[in-house]
């Protein structure tokens, strides 16, 4: 497939610096490639909202469902003389709501709410041990690219062959899902190791270390490079002299670094979030038009497995778009210290070793760093909460509020859009305001704890006796959803490039690979926990308030990180590794963190 390239910029006429090790690739960023980064955003993002946050869970829940049966009666959850097309049926949901839907799965009865909650638990587990397994490869030779390109089009596949996943074989569908989280999450991680090595390269940071202090580059609305005349004497401006290794001065928000990469990070993640939109309607259209169809009435499930091939032909044809524009920047070259022939196997047994190896060294190295290890436990603790909120949020949706899958939909846009205006709103906010990255994070948390508390009223008999306030009736979920995405869309874009400050130079790929690792090494305990309340109480609702104890826990470790501190660690940390590797030879074994 041929795409017309957008036209040469001026930033490929800034003259790269040296290498830094054999191979390295130090062409200044262009548009190009930038555009050829925000592609992949463009792509799985798709995949993210579309599908994890919205119609793979309610697909799964209904997959289980037209199987299911309700637990004291046995009568089916969806009678075979009803139609089951989501959203047109009562019949999809319990006929008697004293009684749960469960269904008979390796001999246990299990809700089918939380057979969708188990089922992201599993997927993100197997993700953090994929990506640990591969991760710190990509800062090595041509692995990033390729790696991102092998995680972009199998997950495409994964979502196109649910169209052939049937209720009888439900279970089928649970294992694709496996496959398509493990393949989203992997290639974010790869992303994210880009980010790093675009801005290093980035010709608006390399004039600023020629040029006057007062004279910076920054980005446009258009996202093009332009010279502004700084003022560092009034209270307007947004940035600040760099000093010593770069960081902001004292009295500065932040460095030119963190402020490229934050505004890079944020329009990637709002560009995301316009695709997202984009497919949600043309999946509404797309529903719409198959329930004046007879494909409904074979199964409920046919018009969510049909989106889905949506969303992987969109995930395919972006991937092949990222394939075109974006560079290799190939790592240092790894060597394989054995000798003779070695069979697939055994090879593919050190190479996973050597992952490992290099995941131990990173947490090594990240233990000397106290910055990156708040903000880690904090990581730690805010992805669990983000991810248990947005699937028990559908759900809830679906099984308490009985909405149906057009409104379902529409919800999803609404925290999109939110998702959007949050990615882009956020920074300015932060200028306008002269908040630092970690307070800005702080905020966010604080708003998305709104989301469990409101739920939680209406366990007050007042607001029970009333039938409304508390999250009794449908339109009251769609404010929530406004706050979700305008946090989302915040954490999503400052989280990733604030660690990206305080990552060593040199080891950015091995450091996002800590970063996912403390993600999804997360993100599976709370949607478990969420799955065994509702088996235990048979309500969604209870899950609200394990989520809004776990909101609230990271924001005093985001308190205490201080950019500045850590960047200026984790430098020292690499001229400290670059020296003990100078003084082992050259003989040694590349084994995870180069330093640069």
């Known amino acids: 497939m041929a795409f017309?390239?957008?036209?040469?910029?001026?930033?490929?006429d800034v003259q790269a610096r040296p290498p830094r090790y054999p191979g390295e690739d130090t062409t200044p960023t262009t548009r190009k490639e930038l555009w050829g980064w925000y592609a992949y955003g463009i792509a799985a993002e798709v995949f993210a909202v579309c599908g994890v946050g919205s119609f793979l869970?309610?697909?799964?829940?209904?997959?289980?469902?037209e199987r299911g049966y309700l637990q004291n009666s046995h009568l089916p959850c969806v009678g075979p003389d009803s139609p089951s097309a989501p959203g047109n049926s009562p019949a999809m949901f319990r006929r008697d709501d004293n009684e749960q839907c469960v269904v008979g799965l390796m001999g246990l009865q299990i809700n089918t709410?939380?057979?969708?909650?188990?089922?992201?638990?599993?997927?993100?587990?197997?993700?953090?041990?994929?990506?640990?397994?591969?991760?710190?490869?990509?800062?090595y030779e041509n692995n990033r690219k390729t790696l991102l390109l092998a995680f972009g089009f199998i997950g495409s596949a994964t979502s196109m062959l649910f169209v052939f996943i049937a209720p009888p074989v439900f279970v089928l569908g649970a294992l694709l899902v496996v496959v398509g989280i493990v393949c989203l999450g992997s290639s974010f991680v790869v992303l994210n190791s880009f980010l790093p090595v675009l801005v290093a390269n980035d010709p608006s940071i390399k004039q600023s270390a020629k040029e006057s202090e007062e004279e910076l580059h920054q980005l446009d609305s258009d996202g093009e490079y332009v010279h502004a005349r700084a003022s560092f004497d009034t209270d307007e401006s947004p940035h600040r002299p760099p000093t010593g290794l770069g960081l902001g001065g004292a009295t500065g928000t932040s460095s030119p670094e963190l402020q490229l990469s934050t505004k890079i990070s944020s329009k990637g993640v709002g560009l995301g979030y316009c695709a997202a939109v984009l497919v949600q309607i043309l999946s509404i259209l797309l529903l719409f038009g198959l329930s004046k169809t007879p494909l409904p009435k074979a199964?409920?499930?046919?018009?969510?497995?049909?989106?889905?091939?949506?969303?992987?032909?969109?995930?395919?044809?972006?991937?092949?778009?990222?394939?075109?524009?974006?560079r290799s920047r190939p790592g240092p070259p790894l060597e394989s210290t054995s000798s003779g022939p070695q069979s697939r196997w055994r090879i593919w047994l050190h190479l996973v070793g050597f992952a490992w190896k290099s995941l131990w060294k990173t947490v090594k190295t990240a233990s000397k760093l106290r910055e990156v290890i708040l903000f880690l436990v904090a990581w730690f603790l805010l992805s669990d909460a983000m991810a248990t909120v947005s699937g028990t949020a559908i759900l809830f949706a679906r099984t308490e509020l009985k909405m149906s899958t057009t409104m379902v939909a529409l919800l999803s846009i609404t925290a999109t859009l939110s998702g959007m205006a949050g990615a882009f709103l956020w920074p300015i906010v932060s200028r306008r305001f002269g908040l630092k990255s970690n307070h800005t994070i702080m905020l966010c948390i604080a708003l998305f704890e709104l989301?469990?508390?409101?739920?939680?009223?209406?366990?007050?008999?007042?607001?029970?006796?009333?039938?409304?306030?508390?999250?009794?009736?449908?339109?009251?979920?769609?404010?929530?959803?406004?706050?979700?995405?305008?946090?989302?869309?915040?954490?999503?874009?400052?989280?990733?490039?604030?660690f990206g400050l305080l990552i060593p130079p040199g080891s950015e790929a091995a450091f996002y690979a800590l970063y996912a690792a403390t993600d999804k090494g997360s993100s599976f305990i709370g949607p478990a926990i969420v799955g065994v309340l509702i088996d235990a109480t048979g309500q969604v609702r209870s899950g609200f308030f394990f989520i809004a104890v776990l909101i609230v826990l990271?924001?005093?470790?985001?308190?205490?990180?201080n950019a500045e501190k850590g960047r200026a660690e984790g430098v020292a940390v690499a001229e400290n590794m670059a020296k003990d590797r100078d003084g082992e030879g050259e003989g040694e074994e590349v084994e995870g963190l180069l330093a640069r």
């Open 554 to 561: 990271p924001i005093p470790l985001v308190w205490m990180v």
């Open 299 to 326: 199964s409920g499930t046919l018009p969510l497995r049909f989106v889905l091939l949506l969303v992987g032909i969109w995930w395919f044809t972006f991937t092949l778009v990222s394939r075109r524009w974006l």
């Open 113 to 139: 709410a939380s057979f969708a909650m188990y089922t992201f638990s599993l997927a993100v587990l197997v993700q953090a041990l994929t990506l640990i397994s591969f991760s710190a490869l990509a800062d």
């Open 451 to 498: 989301i469990p508390l409101y739920g939680m009223l209406a366990y007050i008999p007042l607001f029970k006796k009333w039938g409304v306030i508390g999250l009794q009736q449908p339109w009251e979920i769609y404010p929530l959803a406004i706050v979700h995405g305008i946090v989302s869309g915040g954490l999503a874009s400052y989280c990733r490039s604030f």
């Open 57 to 65: 869970p309610l697909t799964l829940e209904q997959l289980a469902r």
């Open 4 to 12: 017309l390239s957008p036209p040469a910029s001026p930033e490929e």
